[in-house]
């Protein structure tokens, strides 16, 4: 059995606690059993799309392809007889812009 340790808001502890004692009781383990619950749960749910990078291709100044990856996006722009070295690819949701803050600190700009 693995040991993981982390750090979560205070919020989101109190409501843990609160339904872990609500669902299993004030037993030893309620929370393990209860975040155990939870991942199981997030793993087995196929990765949402708004967590997945796309692709996007535009020509001429609208959206011709779309794709999860880059190579998928050529081949349906070559498909489509477009030469993927002239669209402009846009990825979607864009990256955020990153401030370098020292040798391996890297924080958003605000």
Do not use: C, N
């Not at 349906?76 to 990825?91: C, Y």
């Amino acid at each position: 059995m693995g040991v993981i340790t982390l750090k979560i808001d205070d919020d989101l502890e109190e409501g843990l606690r609160r339904r872990a004692g609500e669902v299993h009781g004030a037993a030893k383990g309620a929370i393990s059993q209860s975040v155990e619950e939870a991942l199981k749960l997030w793993l087995s749910q196929p990765a949402s799309a708004a967590t997945r990078r796309t692709y996007v291709g535009l020509w001429e100044g609208r959206q011709v392809a779309e794709a999860f990856d880059l190579k998928t996006l050529a081949r349906e722009l070559r498909a489509k007889g477009i030469d993927p070295r002239k669209v402009e690819i846009r990825t979607e949701p864009s990256e955020p812009a990153v401030t370098r803050m020292g040798l391996r600190t890297r924080a958003a700009p605000g």
